[in-house]
């Protein structure tokens, strides 16, 4: 079971740039394709009004032109989709759609977290985006699952003990800008950089930068984090699963802590059935 993202998708600028990194670690030969003919142009399937829709499949098409398009900055995508679509295509799709990848609200995030516009062709693609495109990928993930792209970058590292130290488990204390260097606290010893990048959550890397940038540190610390609790079950038949699409997902209308039910074995070869139950901080709670 996977107890955090269990796929990548092979599309865009970032999309490029995973695939790009995948070839130069040699994985490509681990990569387990969930192909456009496997999950796409099956029912996609929506929970609302406590019951399952099936939504049409024209949308794959509605999709693919709102994604192309330009959005404003300060619209959100809910915003944009009943401007460019109706208000049942922003509820019954683009909501649901937008709890699923962040287990937000599509009202308050912004069109640009996923409208990219015509700057998201603006690249070189690589052998392997071009394969994915060639052969209708969707989706993938590895033989073995996603930890295996991680744990290989690190076993790449490892190999250049005498460029590249790694300090795991390790906690970060205190970051400081001083000229043209950074100075990071790990374990309470100072570590010298040209340049830092950061994948704390925002609101663990505010305290880091709080002495030398207060507004800063007061903008990471507003940005709103949530929970997801994500629950596998396995069943031996492989009869239980009525339909074959991608999974389920709930519209914000439902107000209630399911986001979404993926149906995992429906995108790779499994024996029995498997299902990902994600549940918002409303479960959490309770």
């Known amino acids: 079971f996977e107890s955090a993202p269990r796929t990548l998708r092979p599309k865009g600028l970032t999309g490029n740039t995973t ?10 030969n681990k990569i387990l394709p969930i192909k456009s003919d496997r999950v796409t142009g099956k029912f ?4 609302s009004g406590s019951k399952i829709t099936k939504v049409t499949p024209e949308i794959d098409s509605k999709l693919k032109l709102l994604f192309e398009s330009e959005a404003n900055d300060n619209e959100s995508i809910h915003d944009f989709a009943v401007k460019k679509f109706d208000e049942e295509f922003a509820e019954m799709v683009i909501g649901p759609m937008v709890r699923g990848i962040t287990a937000g609200d599509a009202k308050t995030i912004s069109a640009k977290f996923l409208i990219k516009g015509k700057e998201s062709k603006q690249f070189e693609p690589v052998a392997l985006y071009e394969k994915a495109r060639r052969d209708r990928w969707n989706f993938y993930t590895f033989q073995g699952g996603l930890e295996v792209l991680s744990k290989t970058i690190v076993e790449k590292l490892s190999q250049k003990e005498d460029k590249v130290a790694l300090h795991l488990n390790s906690s970060c204390q205190k970051i400081e800008f001083k000229g043209d260097r950074v100075d ?4 309470g010893k100072v570590h010298s950089t040209s340049h830092l990048i950061s994948s704390l959550p925002s609101f663990c890397l505010a305290p880091l930068v709080q002495d030398q940038h207060p507004e800063l540190a007061k903008e990471l610390a507003g940005i709103i984090s949530l929970d997801v609790a994500t629950i596998n079950l396995h069943f031996p038949s492989e009869d239980i699963l009525k339909e074959k699409g991608f999974g389920v997902f709930a519209t914000s209308k439902e107000n ?5 039910i993926m149906f995992d074995s429906n995108c790779v070869e499994m024996k029995g059935v498997t299902i990902t139950v994600m549940l918002s901080e409303t479960f959490l709670q309770d």
Do not use: F, H, R
């Open 19 to 28: 695939l790009e990194l995948i070839q130069m670690l040699e994985l490509e």
């Open 44 to 47: 996609k399937l929506i929970y």
């Open 184 to 187: 990071v606290t790990i374990n």
């Open 256 to 260: 209630a802590s399911l986001i979404g």
